[in-house]
């Protein structure tokens, strides 16, 4: 999936393959922190385990809350995903 979305930015001319983020020629590390900042749950896994195992955070209740910087780090993606199943935004 990750490379779905590096894919996204490249451009391949024939010879060489660039990147560009909002038509901006960037280096592949910009690109990388992009998509880190962009889309976290793509880059650095979290340890979950699954079905509400333990995880990096310890299990699933912890799940439905995240402290406001967790929550403003996240992507739209991952911030859409966490209210829709009932997440809660709370104080640092």
């Known amino acids: 999936m990750l490379s779905d979305y590096a894919a996204r930015f ?5 010879e060489t393959v660039t ?8 280096s592949a590390d ?10 976290p749950f ?4 979290n340890g979950s385990s699954g079905g509400g195992a ?8 912890s799940d439905k809350t995240a402290k406001r910087a967790q ?5 739209q ?3 859409s995903t966490f209210i829709k199943a009932g ?5 640092d």
Not at 87 to 91: D, E, F, I, P
């Open 77 to 79: 993606n991952e911030r």
């Open 42 to 45: 793509l880059v650095d896994g």
């Open 10 to 14: 490249a451009k391949h001319d024939g």
């Open 54 to 61: 333990t995880g990096a955070r310890g299990g699933a209740a």
């Open 87 to 91: 997440g809660k935004v709370v104080a």
């Open 71 to 75: 929550f403003d780090a996240m992507g």
């Open 19 to 26: 990147y560009e983020i909002g038509g901006i020629e960037v």
């Open 30 to 39: 910009k690109l990388k922190e992009h998509l880190t900042m962009e889309y």
